[in-house]
């Protein structure tokens, strides 16, 4: 135990004490942010549904770190805290969330679709598997136009047991596309354990025949994520070699807001929640190796409350969009024969009984 | 002006197209190698190389996916499904992915793809692979549908729809790839999407059509014509968007109308069309629009009752003749 305990104080020594504090800001962001998301769910500011990344902070925020902006990323739907990790401001974010014309998708994406082109946040994807063909699309365009980066396709555990997956594994390593599939392993697809799901509950070896690299990393040690990501990137960024991460973290909350994850037992939960809260975990770590004190961890909590509630305001502030726009961006390159601001206005005041 | 097949237009396009545009890429099943599984894209792999010419493995879905992906970061992929049969297992990266992203994102991405595919059945191919799923992309808000008929269609719509940032489904026919028309040479030439064009006027009555249906009603209009019946023929050329005042215009002259399609009778694209003359040309009609479509089974293979079981000249003719009873 000592020896893992020296080995943890080099690993640390080693880092700057800004970027340790940094990573320790952004966790916590995040888990402000979707606590604040939570509350606003169930005050209906925010419909549809809703999925919060508690308890992934650290497999976030490490993955970010490793990331250069020349990187593309693709997500799932539970994608919140990856956007805001990107760099994105919480204010455009939590925007979206309430169906916003500042929204980061001007309202017509919602909680699961959000999208940043200038930060190559390409986008939450809603149909599990899907993002993971688009992602190696993205990354055969880097290869094709000789560009610098790679692409990230983040998916849940659940993922890998659909079709797509696999054509994309088997694609990406033909045509050496460089991809890194981001497995966020919280142990459930909905109420499915990966035991139910998985004939190979080994989740890092499922490129083993497509002759992919697997790995298998812990999920809130942001040092081990990061570590991990800038590996498997650099490989895959100088070589074309795609790599699986099979990142094991534990799930805080139900499936989604108003998921009362009944399937899972409440001590298994409890338990889990004190033995693997990685924003608790890695303030125990700092506090213990005296790179912050107290006084630093409290004024970073105000900090970040503050910086979450100026970002509800911000959306409860902001615009709806306007209905005359309904039909905006249906299409990039305008043809004859679509409809236009003059038609949604006409259907919107027949369906608010106005005509 | 030199006479080709719809094929060689659509050859000649894909290698002009190539040539012309850098991030223009070509990928499917067998196009490269084996040349093309219906020799659409013959020769283009030696001339422009694996990069520009990729043979895919069998897996519709990740090369579909893939394509929509490249086409986000700026590449101009056009792929071709080998018949429009197998796009359903890649239908949700077409549906749920390529028609939306432009839109649900707020219009900060694009997604400049074409997938072409031969639709619809000839020569005894049997139930899965004579069938006519046009209408399933129509349906769908962000996509746009175009189904030439021509050569010379063939070439300027596809032209257009390599060159339009949004999806473009190019539905094809395996029956019209020998068919033979006037393209003109050294002319760069688009047909906008979302047009009809009546290609032949007539008075008594409107037929509508698109594809290889359209070639169908022009022969038929020649026909009758001998018996002094003017038929006018609207193709369509665009599915989605569809162009809705060119039909109207036509049966307000007309006052009566046919519609034809090869996909099956009830939800198809004919049942579309015939809702839309209702709607804007009731007043107008002299006798209640008529539909010729595909029976409603399983393509079966054996000779006599596949060929029963898709509209042909014949079944067109009847409907004219049920829509011209009592027309003085």
């Given at each position: 135990?000592?020896?893992?305990?020296?080995?943890?104080?080099?690993?640390?020594?080693?880092?700057?004490?800004?970027?340790?504090?940094?990573?320790?800001?952004?966790?916590?962001?995040?888990?402000?942010?979707?606590?604040?998301?939570?509350?606003?769910?169930?005050?209906?500011?925010?419909?549809?549904?809703?999925?919060?990344?508690?308890?992934?902070?650290?497999?976030?925020?490490?993955?970010?770190?490793?990331?250069?902006?020349?990187?593309?990323?693709?997500?799932?739907?539970?994608?919140?805290?990856?956007?805001?990790?990107?760099?994105?401001?919480?204010?455009?974010?939590?925007?979206?969330?309430?169906?916003?014309?500042?929204?980061?998708?001007?309202?017509?994406?919602?909680?699961?679709?959000?999208?940043?082109?200038?930060?190559?946040?390409?986008?939450?994807?809603?149909?599990?598997?899907?993002?993971?063909?688009?992602?190696?699309?993205?990354?055969?365009?880097?290869?094709?136009?000789?560009?610098?980066?790679?692409?990230?396709?983040?998916m849940g555990d659940g993922t890998t047991n659909i079709g797509a997956f696999y054509e994309s594994l088997?694609?990406?390593?033909?045509?050496?596309?460089?991809?890194?599939?981001?497995?966020?392993?919280?142990?459930?697809?909905?109420?499915?354990?990966?035991?139910?799901?998985?004939?190979?509950?080994?989740?890092?070896?499922?490129?083993?025949?497509?002759?992919?690299?697997?790995?298998?990393?812990?999920?809130?040690?942001?040092?081990?994520?990061?570590?991990?990501?800038?590996?498997?990137?650099?490989?895959?960024?100088?070589?074309?070699?795609?790599?699986?991460?099979?990142?094991?973290?534990?799930?805080?909350?139900?499936?989604?807001?108003?998921?009362?994850?009944?399937?899972?037992?409440?001590?298994?939960?409890?338990?889990?929640?004190?033995?693997?809260?990685?924003?608790?975990?890695?303030?125990?770590?700092?506090?213990?190796?005296?790179?912050?004190?107290?006084?630093?961890?409290?004024?970073?909590?105000?900090?970040?409350?503050?910086?979450?509630?100026?970002?509800?305001?911000?959306?409860?502030?902001?615009?709806?969009?306007?209905?005359?726009?309904?039909?905006?961006?249906?299409?990039?390159?305008?043809?004859?024969?679509?409809?236009?601001?003059?038609?949604?206005?006409?259907?919107?005041?027949?369906?608010?009984?106005?005509? | 002006?030199?006479?080709?097949?719809?094929?060689?237009?659509?050859?000649?396009?894909?290698?002009?197209?190539?040539?012309?545009?850098?991030?223009?890429?070509?990928?499917?099943?067998?196009?490269?190698?084996?040349?093309?599984?219906?020799?659409?894209?013959?020769?283009?792999?030696?001339?422009?190389?694996?990069?520009?010419?990729?043979?895919?493995?069998?897996?519709?879905?990740?090369?579909?996916?893939?394509?929509?992906?490249?086409?986000?970061?700026?590449?101009?992929?056009?792929?071709?499904?080998?018949?429009?049969?197998?796009?359903?297992?890649?239908?949700?990266?077409?549906?749920?992915?390529?028609?939306?992203?432009?839109?649900?994102?707020?219009?900060?991405?694009?997604?400049?793809?074409?997938?072409?595919?031969?639709?619809?059945?000839?020569?005894?191919?049997?139930?899965?692979?004579?069938?006519?799923?046009?209408?399933?992309?129509?349906?769908?808000?962000?996509?746009?549908?175009?189904?030439?008929?021509?050569?010379?269609?063939?070439?300027?719509?596809?032209?257009?729809?390599?060159?339009?940032?949004?999806?473009?489904?190019?539905?094809?026919?395996?029956?019209?790839?020998?068919?033979?028309?006037?393209?003109?040479?050294?002319?760069?030439?688009?047909?906008?999407?979302?047009?009809?064009?009546?290609?032949?006027?007539?008075?008594?009555?409107?037929?509508?059509?698109?594809?290889?249906?359209?070639?169908?009603?022009?022969?038929?209009?020649?026909?009758?014509?001998?018996?002094?019946?003017?038929?006018?023929?609207?193709?369509?050329?665009?599915?989605?968007?569809?162009?809705?005042?060119?039909?109207?215009?036509?049966?307000?002259?007309?006052?009566?109308?046919?519609?034809i399609a090869e996909d099956w009778y009830s939800y198809g694209v004919t049942a579309e069309i015939a809702?839309?003359?209702?709607?804007?040309?009731?007043?107008?009609?002299?006798?209640?629009?008529?539909?010729?479509?595909?029976?409603?089974?399983?393509?079966?293979?054996?000779?006599?009752?596949?060929?029963?079981?898709?509209?042909?000249?014949?079944?067109?003719?009847?409907?004219?003749?049920?829509?011209?009873?009592?027309?003085?």
């Open positions: 135990m000592a020896k893992v305990e020296d080995a943890a104080r080099a690993a640390l020594e080693r880092e700057h004490v800004d970027d340790l504090k940094h990573y320790y800001s952004q966790m916590l962001l995040l888990r402000r942010f979707e606590e604040r998301t939570s509350e606003m769910y169930v005050k209906a500011r925010i419909g549809g549904y809703c999925h919060l990344n508690l308890g992934e902070e650290a497999t976030i925020v490490g993955l970010m770190a490793a990331l250069t902006p020349d990187d593309y990323i693709f997500t799932n739907y539970r994608e919140h805290g990856y956007i805001l990790a990107r760099g994105v401001p919480p204010g455009p974010v939590m925007a979206e969330l309430f169906g916003k014309e500042t929204g980061v998708a001007r309202g017509r994406g919602g909680s699961m679709h959000l999208f940043s082109r200038e930060h190559h946040f390409m986008g939450g994807y809603a149909i599990v598997g899907g993002q993971v063909p688009l992602a190696v699309g993205a990354a055969y365009a880097l290869r094709y136009q000789g560009r610098p980066g790679v692409v990230v396709a983040q088997n694609l990406a390593k033909l045509w050496q596309c460089p991809v890194l599939f981001f497995i966020v392993n919280n142990g459930y697809g909905m109420g499915t354990s990966v035991a139910m799901g998985s004939s190979e509950p080994d989740l890092w070896k499922k490129g083993a025949s497509f002759r992919i690299h697997g790995e298998q990393i812990d999920g809130t040690d942001v040092l081990a994520v990061r570590d991990a990501v800038r590996r498997l990137r650099a490989r895959a960024e100088a070589e074309g070699e795609p790599a699986i991460l099979d990142v094991v973290s534990f799930r805080f909350r139900g499936h989604s807001v108003i998921d009362a994850d009944r399937y899972r037992d409440p001590e298994f939960v409890r338990a889990g929640r004190a033995a693997h809260d990685p924003v608790r975990n890695f303030a125990a770590l700092l506090l213990e190796h005296a790179i912050v004190d107290e006084a630093w961890l409290k004024a970073t909590a105000e900090r970040i409350d503050r910086e979450v509630q100026e970002a509800i305001d911000f959306a409860n502030a902001s615009p709806d969009p306007s209905f005359e726009d309904l039909y905006a961006n249906m299409y990039a390159t305008p043809v004859p024969n679509t409809p236009g601001p003059e038609d949604a206005l006409r259907a919107a005041r027949i369906n608010r009984g106005e005509s | 002006m030199p006479i080709i097949t719809y094929r060689q237009a659509l050859n000649d396009t894909l290698g002009e197209e190539l040539a012309r545009d850098p991030n223009v890429l070509l990928m499917g099943e067998e196009i490269g190698v084996f040349q093309g599984s219906y020799r659409i894209t013959e020769g283009l792999l030696q001339e422009f190389g694996p990069k520009r010419v990729v043979d895919t493995p069998i897996a519709e879905e990740g090369f579909v996916g893939v394509a929509v992906g490249a086409a986000m970061l700026g590449l101009r992929p056009v792929v071709e499904i080998m018949t429009i049969n197998f796009i359903l297992v890649a239908i949700d990266q077409v549906v749920n992915h390529a028609s939306k992203i432009h839109y649900m994102f707020g219009g900060q991405v694009r997604v400049p793809l074409v997938i072409r595919t031969p639709s619809g059945g000839t020569g005894q191919l049997g139930a899965t692979h004579s069938q006519s799923f046009e209408n399933w992309f129509a349906y769908c808000p962000g996509l746009k549908v175009v189904a030439p008929a021509t050569p010379y269609d063939a070439k300027g719509l596809l032209r257009a729809a390599v060159r339009d940032d949004d999806p473009v489904i190019f539905i094809e026919s395996l029956a019209l790839y020998d068919t033979k028309g006037e393209v003109p040479e050294d002319d760069d030439y688009v047909v906008p999407i979302g047009l009809a064009e009546v290609k032949r006027p007539g008075t008594d009555v409107t037929v509508v059509a698109y594809s290889r249906m359209t070639a169908v009603a022009l022969q038929v209009a020649q026909r009758l014509a001998n018996e002094g019946i003017s038929v006018e023929v609207v193709d369509l050329r665009s599915l989605r968007p569809l162009d809705r005042p060119t039909i109207i215009a036509s049966v307000k002259k007309t006052n009566r109308a046919v519609v809702a839309s003359i209702q709607e804007q040309a009731f007043d107008y009609l002299d006798a209640p629009v008529q539909r010729v479509a595909g029976l409603e089974v399983p393509l079966p293979y054996a000779k006599e009752l596949s060929a029963a079981s898709k509209p042909n000249a014949n079944s067109l003719i009847y409907a004219i003749r049920q829509v011209l009873a009592g027309k003085t």
